[in-house]
């Protein structure tokens, strides 16, 4: 059903075609604002980050997993605009919150084969901490540029865990248990649902990690209660009465926050804006965002 989803209208040479020409048109946008709003949009939103509460809700989530936190991050493009040194403050901020397990829903590096200072990277991102575990997707620039291994040697090194259309099962401390999927990217991999739902019995609550979240419409046909995704990054750039000039594929039909999905509304998908910018360094009403989870037992 993926596949059909990427054959559908969705030629990915013809959108990205459609993507850079739009990006240009952004580009002359944001360059005609007042010098105020051309600082304020590349030196100073891309640096408020928000971070926001999500409850989880679901009667096949555990009792053991009452009050559990989740901290998801999402597309850092380490080395386009954002920096180190930025990065090693969103890794305190993390590490404060204290949460049971950190997610990372992929594009971590820009360009992660031209990127100079892994070495300074790896021991930074080696100090997240969560006693549930760590686990990360790809996104399309995590493969971009022939950077595939070069990010799966990152997240290897510092203990995440990575799904590559496949699952795990997380155990709490008493014993409950939830599954966690993740699929490979949509624009440059190979996602695989049913790959990924292998392994994973009847009956257990499920989340699933996308970057590409217009994947939802797809997942919503399978057993998974919620997803979680980035790529968006909020269209990055938004003006008033105009919305969103940069939309990138895959991400236009759930460009940010929270939905329900399916003829039953049975899958609630949340986007994160993320946190680095990619093509045009600026954020204009999309703030970079760091999103906290806490899983609930049932439905009040």
């Keep these: 059903m993926i596949k059909d989803r990427l054959d559908e209208g969705m030629a990915i040479t013809q959108t990205r075609r459609s993507f850079l020409k739009t990006i240009l048109g952004s580009g002359l946008t944001v360059l005609g604002l007042s010098s105020g709003g051309y600082l304020y949009a590349h030196q100073i939103e891309p640096s408020l980050l928000e971070i926001n509460k999500q409850v989880i809700k679901h009667p096949l989530i555990p009792k053991d997993f009452e009050g559990k936190t989740i901290i998801q991050f999402s597309d850092t493009h380490l080395g386009f605009q954002y920096t180190l040194n930025q990065f090693k403050k969103l890794v305190a901020t993390i590490n404060d919150l204290q949460p049971d397990v950190i997610l990372f829903t992929g594009d971590l590096m820009d360009e992660p084969n031209k990127y100079s200072e892994i070495n300074k990277l790896i021991p930074i991102l080696n100090q997240l901490s969560a006693p549930l575990g760590k686990y990360c997707i790809f996104g399309n620039h995590d493969h971009g540029g022939y950077g595939s291994e070069v990010y799966r040697n990152i997240m290897e090194i ?109 899958l609630t998908l949340y986007v994160n804006r993320g946190i680095g910018t990619t093509r045009l360094p600026f954020r204009f009403m999309a703030q970079p965002e760091l999103t906290i989870f806490i899983l609930a037992s049932s439905i009040v």
Aim: aromatic share 8%; no cysteine.
């Design 158 to 266: 510092t203990h995440f865990q990575i799904l590559m259309n496949d699952s795990i099962q997380i155990q709490a401390e008493d014993g409950g248990t939830i599954y966690l999927l993740g699929i490979d990217d949509a624009m440059l991999g190979n996602p695989d649902l049913p790959l990924a739902l292998k392994n994973v019995p009847k009956d257990q609550f499920t989340l699933l990690l996308s970057h590409a979240p217009d994947l939802a419409d797809s997942a919503s046909h399978y057993p998974i209660h919620w997803q979680i995704s980035g790529h968006s990054h909020a269209g990055q750039v938004k003006l008033p009465f105009l919305g969103a000039l940069v939309i990138p594929p895959f991400a236009q039909k759930y460009p940010e926050g929270l939905y329900t999905i399916g003829d039953r509304k049975q």
